[in-house]
C-alpha cells in the first residue's frame, strides 16, 4: 500500500518542475551574491559597506586564512586596539578618496571590523551580564523575574570567549536555503505542492468511495498515506539541503568554522551577527545539526496539517490556499503591526517561525510556565508536539467517519 | 449468511432518498429494480459501509456491519455506479493497490490479480496506462477491482452501464456463475441483466420498497395485462396520453403498440406474453430501457 501511495505523490510532474527551479534559484543566487564583492567597483564596495557592514566575500584564494593566523580566534584587548587603529587609517584613505583598494587590503578591512565589532560584542554581554545580577540582587527571589534572570546570567556564564574572528562565512548560508524566509517559502511551496493533494484527489478522481469499502480504507491506508507523505518530505528536505551544503562548500572553498562558537555566525548578506546575545554554548556544527533537526520536525508537523486540511477540504487548490493562509499567516500579521497580545503569542508560535528556526536560538527568550522560566523553543516544540499529535488523531477519526454521498 | 437489512433510511436535508427499507437477503443474486432517483445508490453505499443510515441498521448474521467494521468490509466487494480511477496506474498497479487495502497477502495477490484480469478480460491491457482505457475498460476493471478478495457479499451498482452486449453477456455469466454461495446485490434499469440470474426482484420506488418476490411471481402479477395494438399515427398521441405505452413498433400495417392496463385498453387488443420490461412499466409508470 505504501509503496502505491509513495508512486501516487512521486508521480506528480509538478514537484519535480518547481524543486528544479528551486535548485535553479538556489544556483543563481549562489553565483551572484557570493562572487559578488570580489568584482566589485571601489565605489560600490564602499557603499556596501556604509550600509550592511563588512560585506559578503569568500574564503577561496587564502587572503583570509592569512587573515585568519593574524587575527583568528577570541578577542583580546591588543586584537581589538589594532584593529581599530587599522580601520581608521583605511577609512582615511577612503574618504580622501585615494587608490583603490586592493582585493587583499578590502578582506583586511573586513576582518578589522569583524574584530572591532566583536570587541563591541564582548561588551555588551558583560553588559548584559551585569544588568542581570542586578536585577537578581534587587528583586525577590521567589519572583519569576529573579528566576528568568538567574536562568538567564547561568546559561551566558557557561559561554567563553565566544566572540571573535573565525573563518565561518561558509555556514552561515548552509542553515537556509538562501535565507531563513526563503527556506520556509520553497520548502512549504514543495509541502504543500507534494501533500495537499493526498486526500483530496481521491475525493475529486471519485475514487474514495472504492477505498472506504476495502477492509484497510479506513485505517491503515491513513497509515500509508502518512508514511509515503513523510518519505516524500525527507527527500525533498534532505536533496535541497545537500545542494544547499555542496553549494556553500564550493563557493566557499572549505568548511573551516564548524567547530566556531555561533555567536560569531554572520547574517546572510554581511558579516554583522544577530547571535551576539544567544545564551547557548554551541559550535557552529552543532547548531547546524540542531537547526535542520528542528526544521526538518517544523516540516513534519506542517505535513500533518497539510494532509488533515487536504481531507477535510477536499480540494487541492482549496487545500493549497489554506494551508499557504496558516503559514502566511504570522508575516501578513507583521505587516499589518498585529504583533501584540494574543497576535505576539501566534505569531511566535506558529509554523512559520518554526521552520524558519533562526529566531528561536539568537537571544536568550523565555515564558512563565507556572511560575517558571522555560525557553522560548522548548515550549515551542512542546506545543507543536501536542499540537500535531491532536491533528494525527483527528485525521485518524475523520477519515474513519468519512461519508461518500454524492 | 444472513444479511439483514432493517428499517434503513437515508434522510439528505428534508428529502428521504431511502425511507424504512427492510429486507433480508440470504445467498443468490438480487435485482434491485427502480427508476432514476429511486435511491438505488444511495442504499447500496449503507451496505458499502461507506455511507452511514440516518434511521435503522443493517446486520450481517445479527452483528451490525458498522460495528464489524474492517472485518465486514473484508467480505465486501463494491462497485460503485460512479468512480473515478488513477490515470497513471496500469491495470496491474490498480489490482495490486486494491489487493493491498483488501489486505490480500503479496504473493497470493499477483496471481489473483491476474485471475481477475482474465475474467474481465483485460488480460492483454493489464500493462496499459488507465488513462488509456476506454469507458467501458474501465468499468471492466473496477468489477474486476470487487472481486479480488472474493467477496462473500458483492454490491454491484450499475454494473453493466457502458459495456457492450457481449461483455454484459459474460458479466452476466459471471455472476450466475459465482452467486452460489454469496449474496450479489445489484442494481440495474436493463431487465435483460437478472432476467434468468435473479433469485429476487426488489422494486424500489421514491426510497421505498414496494415489492419483493421473485422473477416468476412479478411475471404472474402483470399476466393477462399486457396487451398489444395496432393503431395509426393519428391515434398514437391519445393511446400515449391514456396508457403505459411499451414498445412501439411501425409495420406494414400500422405502428404496432404494447400496452400494460389491468383491463382491455381497446378493442382490438390482444394478450400477449408478459415479460419483466412489463413489469417494470407496471410499477414504475415508465418505459424500461430496452436494450440487447
Ligand atoms: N448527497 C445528496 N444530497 C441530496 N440529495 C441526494 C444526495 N444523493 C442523492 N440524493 C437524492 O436521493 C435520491 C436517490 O438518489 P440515488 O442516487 O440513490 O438514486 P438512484 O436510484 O441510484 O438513481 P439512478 O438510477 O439515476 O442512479 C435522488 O432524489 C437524489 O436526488
Ligand atoms: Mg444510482
New binding site residues.
Partial sequence: MYRHELFKVFTRKNIYIVFFLVVLTMVYIDKNYISQTETMEEDEYVELFEERGAPVTTMKNGVYEKLFDEWGGPVTEDKISLATEKMQKIDEKLVEGTPSLTPEEKAAHNVHFIVANAGQHEISLQERKESLQSKIDDVDDQSYAYKEAEKELSMLEQLDDTHGFYLIRAWRGMFDLIEPFMSVILLSTLILLGLTPVFAEEHSQRTLGLILATKHGKGKLVTAKIMASLTYIGVVFSSLHLVNFFLHWLSYGGLQGWNAPIQSLPISTSFNTLYELSPFAWDVWQYYAITLSIQFLACVALAFLVLLISMLVKNVMFAFFISGAVIGAPFMFRILSLDQGIFKYINSFSYLEFMKVDNLFQEFIAYNVFGYPVLYPLILLFIFVILTALIVFFTYNRFRQQQV?? | MRLLIDNVS?K??D????KYFSAELTEGVYALL????????????MLADISMPSTGRILLNDKDISLMGDDYRDILGYLP?EFGLYKNFTAVRFLMYFASLKGLDKKFAIDKVEEVLDLVNLTKDRKRKIGTFSGGMKRRLGIAQALLNDPKILIV??PTAGLDPQERIRFRNLLSEIAGDRIVFL?T?IVSDIEYIAKEVLL?K??ELIQRSTLGNLLEQVKGKVWSVNVTQAVLPEIQRQFKIGNIQRNESGIECRIVHDEKPVENAVAVHATLEDVYLYFFDKGAIKDV
Fill in positions: 454521498n454524492e | 437515508k439528505f436535508k428529502k428521504w432518498a431511502i427502480g427508476p432514476n432517483g429511486a435511491g438505488k445508490t444511495t442504499l447500496m453505499r455506479q451498482d450499475e442494481s434499469h424500489l421514491q426510497g
